[in-house]
């Protein structure tokens, strides 16, 4: 049953990440290309962000539920919450390049951003928690293959976001940094990942 | 074969859930940011409802059909015509949104909505009673496990929006209550599901 | 490996009949809600016409694709372009859509949505020819339980969209009604399909 | 496990090639029709461009995938990778679409469309590289059947590309029947493709 809770979680992954190249507009035609381009820098830094921002959390969601043993109910409806944190992130992505673009409330558009990832990552470490309390995985094997630094991701995730909230209310471009280069360090630790070959081969 | 049936009703249930967020427009740059948000609440509590909304529908399409057994062509038909009251839903969401927002003619707004959710729920029951009548379901299994809210809302939620288009007329913040914790308490109605290990280790 | 050809399909399917909501405005705010909405009469047509043509081959292709013992690359391929003219259908519809809208060149717009029809159905005819000549299919089974209108559809299909471009040209209202009512047609002789139980039950 | 690489990957893919018909606006109606869309051959043109790119793209993924035997965490981050450039199609196919219809700039936009072309290809490479270096494939069964203009096209296409981005900076309409005829032909070389009857039947 885990199969249907995936395709639904990937559907939602795969357009939320697949959406957001239409927040960036080409520029017009009525200017030189390349200023152009660089000009909406602010906007493709934000698809970087945003782009491995729920990459990662697909292949920690992949991750995880590789060692689910089954679902319930309660599973269903906070992996739905999850979802939505998910889904949404093409809001406040869209606000932060709008906002770094134009310079009005950079620090305020860029605190929201890291406010919404600080809700994402309490969400995802609720959807663990719910799979621990009712017994739906196995832990063990989790416990020994998933890299250290995923596991960590959702305890921890709250409390550096948390930091990169007040980051961003002083220094905006700071935060920025946070934000693009944290899950692109994640995404390489969670690539350290070594499924047993037996489980790997099962599916 | 039911498998196909459920990746082509994730995939439509996961991109309109998905694309919801792209109605909410961001503030423009050149007024305050919260104020600018705080305006957008019709948007986002239109979001809100929705989302949930088919989010729940999801998971009971996702628990009704874990005891199916096969599918005949019917199914497939009637099963069609649900999805496209999902695949609608993105439409009486956003003139919800955009009529409480402006307050021109909120009430016949709201009461449309709901109008479409009596639809939508009149099409899950259509079905449902042809899995029953065509024999697709481990019935027995169906109503020993599946939570009584989620059966009830099969057969009394069309009655309940009915009574809520009424209410839209005359009291349209009522009807949005309504609308936007209704799906939110049969989704924590639904989270008390519990299949049996067996079936929910089977795929 | 026929499962991938299938997963890649229902998400072209399902995008392609989900976004074709966003193609219908919402009424503005500055009229009134009731006559707008009948206003855009052209636009629903529209959509039924091309949820329907959609939702029907993704009925056939589903029930082909159950009786697929393997793919090939011709098949792969062929599929591709099959999916081209379905991911494409947005574009006729809107065209159909803004000009019986509009009232200006509607035969014309009546006569390229049926010729996008026609190209269509010749695609769908081509896979099901791949199919047949690879020897993909178990195709006894498939002769013996899929609709004989469906497939009929697949050599008549042709024939029939050629007669409502002729039909747009002179009579763009009847050849409207024709794009409404066939695919629902359709849809209900494919409803008929009853696949052994056996089989039906192996996936 | 590979199950989910695959169902996210086939999302990016179906919803990239899926959304590319959105790029293309239907002509106003206050011009003659047929002049309008012969005046859009442009947007017409890329978009049969990125159709087969991505289309062919998805064929060799899926080709490549049936030898897979396992997925390590790697092997999740460079798809990721490669999926990036995947999603981020439509951006380039717009300023190509838009320039070459302009005429303003149109060999730095050819450039750029083959640049990102070029990037592609190397992401690609890199995901087989990685495939072979951590022995997730069976090799044999790969190199025996898989088409050799395919594995070429992961050597090579590199190669092909670069010379593209020079080509399209002197004779812009060469590079765009490169852009156009390539991916075409190599789906006709991939629907070559014949794998073992056991091997597909498996799943």
């Given at each position: 049953?885990?199969?249907?809770?995936?395709?639904?979680?990937?559907?939602v992954?795969?357009?939320?990440?697949?959406?957001?190249?239409?927040e960036?507009?080409?520029?017009?035609?009525?200017?030189?290309?390349?200023?152009?381009?660089?000009?909406?820098w602010?906007?493709?830094?934000?698809?970087?962000?945003?782009?491995?921002?729920?990459?990662?959390?697909?292949?920690?969601?992949h991750?995880?539920?590789?060692?689910?043993?089954?679902?319930?109910?309660?599973?269903?409806?906070?992996?739905?919450?999850?979802?939505?944190?998910?889904a949404?992130?093409?809001?406040?992505?869209?606000?932060?390049?709008?906002?770094?673009s134009?310079?009005?409330?950079?620090?305020?558009a860029?605190?929201?951003y890291?406010?919404?990832m600080?809700?994402?990552?309490?969400?995802?470490?609720v959807?663990?928690v719910v799979?621990?309390?009712?017994d739906?995985?196995?832990?063990t094997?989790y416990?020994?293959?998933?890299?250290?630094?995923?596991?960590?991701?959702?305890?921890?995730?709250?409390v550096?976001?948390?930091?990169?909230?007040?980051?961003a209310?002083?220094?905006p471009?700071?935060?920025?940094?946070f934000?693009?280069?944290?899950?692109?360090?994640?995404?390489?630790?969670?690539?350290?990942?070594?499924?047993t070959?037996?489980?790997?081969?099962?599916?």
């Open positions: 049953m885990k199969g249907r809770l995936e395709a639904f979680a990937d559907g992954f795969a357009i939320a990440i697949t959406l957001l190249v239409f960036i507009k080409i520029p017009p035609s009525d200017g030189a290309l390349l200023p152009g381009l660089a000009g909406q602010a906007f493709f830094a934000a698809y970087v962000a945003s782009f491995f921002q729920i990459g990662v959390y697909w292949m920690s969601h991750i995880t539920s590789t060692y689910l043993r089954r679902v319930d109910g309660r599973l269903l409806f906070v992996n739905l919450l999850f979802l939505l944190t998910i949404f992130i093409p809001f406040p992505t869209e606000l932060l390049a709008d906002r770094l134009s310079g009005v409330e950079v620090n305020l860029m605190a929201l890291g406010l919404w600080l809700l994402t990552a309490v969400t995802a470490a959807v663990l799979i621990l309390r009712d739906l995985m196995d832990k094997a416990l020994r293959e998933a890299p250290a630094a995923l596991t960590r991701r959702y305890w921890l995730g709250g550096v976001y948390a930091v990169a909230v007040i980051v209310l002083v220094a471009l700071v935060a920025l940094l934000y693009v280069v944290g899950p692109i360090y994640y995404g390489i630790e969670a690539a350290r990942w070594q499924p070959s037996r489980r790997a081969e099962a599916t």
